[in-house]
């Protein structure tokens, strides 16, 4: 099991395929251990945009404060 405290967790620029106006922390991923699950904490300038991608492992999306559109 991992404990993590996200406030202690750097942002980093999220600069992919067209992504504009956004920042993001990266708390699980395969570099401690996850094959199948990723979970990223997201945060988008107003009028930011992440890339369309198709994943290999689960994607979950949770907003926590503001609104946008999700292209499924």
Same mark, same amino acid.
């Given at each position: 099991?991992?404990?993590?405290?996200?406030?202690?967790?750097?942002? +980093?620029?999220?600069? +992919?395929? &067209?992504?504009? =106006?956004?920042?993001?922390? !990266?708390?699980?991923?395969?570099?401690?251990?996850?094959?199948?699950?990723?979970?990223?904490?997201?945060?988008?300038?107003?009028? =930011?945009? !992440?890339?369309?991608?198709?994943?290999?492992? +689960?994607?979950?999306?949770?907003?926590?404060?503001?609104? &946008?559109?999700?292209? !499924?």
């Amino acid at each position: 099991m991992q404990i993590l405290n996200v406030s202690e967790v750097s942002f +980093e620029d999220f600069k +992919e395929r &067209g992504a504009k =106006g956004v920042i993001r922390k !990266t708390l699980v991923s395969e570099r401690n251990g996850s094959k199948f699950f990723r979970l990223r904490y997201y945060k988008l300038e107003k009028g =930011g945009q !992440t890339p369309f991608d198709i994943h290999d492992y +689960e994607h979950v999306l949770i907003v926590i404060k503001g609104s &946008g559109y999700l292209l !499924t």
